[in-house]
């Protein structure tokens, strides 16, 4: 079974051929991140504008890389939310339109759950059951996964999410767009133990987080210094930023494994590519003797790979394939609204 992955949800374009025998074929991602960084951020219809020039593009590259003809797909699995509505539109639409020529069935897909089964790609993939820490986006949330459509939430996020932590406090340090990735990276430069930040509800007794907080200490700290910022400054607020961040997540997903007894942790979304996060939960699992799995980097952040792999996944698990030709996008989608035997 040869399944087709669109994915563009926000401000990554991507297309892959998963095969269910022999697994990921090829994939083809553009970025947007260097059109929108002269905003200082995602302008939502200049996505949509990029999505639309991309599409066949890199559909014609996986194809070119894969070997195959289009007339070799069964279905085409596209991300139907959450995510931007007019981003949506463009993949949903491209591939009905597709599917429709072509004569296959579609399979909408959920945004977080391609995330939260991405690890799946790997040589050497976890299991189920499983907790999952998926920290993508604007979502953090700790879940037990039992099998496809089969997910528990644990606990989630109650204000901002550690990806949203990053980037508003990465402009608060004065870093370009997108300042995550750049605050982790001076993150390494700092030294440990120059300021101490609050560590929120780590002893809340529960699986929820909140960082809000937390970004309003960065800015405190910020309004205390004196004007511009030093280099050094910069590196070590920012490695005290993560050290906090990072401790809150590996200790609620060590406390998601003792509740749900269970051996295996997922680490999935962008956040997952944190060296320093990957670095303590790979100590801790050592120390604990539970196992540790994570996606390969390439595919922490938006890709089709992990929609047509959650497309195919889906499939194999008794969700129907629909019709080509209608279609509808939901940016606003909880994952626990979905279930197995397709989406609601």
């Not at 994915?7 to 090829?26: F, K, R, V």
């Not at 901002?160 to 767009?177: H, I, R, T, V």
């Not at 007894?261 to 962008?270: F, N, R």
Request: aromatic share 6%; proline share 6%.
């Amino acid at each position: 079974m040869l399944i087709l992955g669109v994915e563009s949800s926000c401000d990554e374009t991507g297309i892959a051929l998963y095969d269910s025998e022999a697994g990921l074929l090829s994939h083809a991602l553009h970025s947007q991140v260097a059109m929108h960084a002269e905003y200082g951020g995602v302008v939502p219809e200049l996505a949509s504008r990029d999505h639309i020039r991309r599409v066949v593009p890199l559909l014609r590259e996986a194809m070119a890389r894969a070997g195959r003809r289009l007339g070799d797909v069964d279905a085409i699995a596209y991300t139907r939310g959450p995510g931007l509505s007019g981003a949506l539109l463009v993949g949903c639409a491209f591939a009905e339109a597709l599917a429709l020529a072509l004569g296959k069935p579609t399979i909408p897909v959920h945004h977080l759950e391609g995330h939260l089964l991405s690890p799946l790609l790997s040589a050497n993939p976890p299991t189920f059951p499983f907790v999952a820490l998926l920290v993508s986006g604007g979502h953090t949330q700790l879940m037990r996964v039992s099998a496809v459509g089969e997910y528990e939430l644990l606990g989630e996020t109650l204000d901002d999410a550690a990806g949203e932590a990053f980037d508003k406090s990465a402009k608060l340090l004065g870093l370009p767009y997108p300042g995550g990735a750049l605050l982790s990276k001076l993150a390494e430069q700092g030294r440990s133990g120059v300021y101490e930040l609050p560590r929120p509800m780590q002893h809340s007794g529960d699986l929820n987080f909140s960082f809000s907080g937390l970004k309003t200490a960065v800015l405190t700290l910020v309004r205390e210094q004196h004007e511009p910022l030093s280099e050094a400054f910069k590196a070590d607020a920012a490695r005290a930023f993560q050290e906090a961040i990072v401790e809150v997540l590996v200790k609620k997903s060590l406390k998601a494994l003792k509740q749900t007894g269970l051996k295996q942790l997922v680490v999935a979304g962008g956040v997952g590519a944190n060296r320093q996060l990957r670095a303590m939960l790979d100590d801790e699992a050592r120390r604990k003797r539970f196992r540790v799995y994570y996606p390969e980097l390439e595919f922490c952040t938006d890709n089709g790979a992990m929609i047509a792999l959650a497309g195919c996944l889906r499939l194999q698990a008794g969700t129907p394939a629909k019709p080509a030709g209608s279609f509808a996008v939901q940016p606003r989608w909880p994952l626990m609204d979905i279930s197995v035997s397709g989406t609601q």
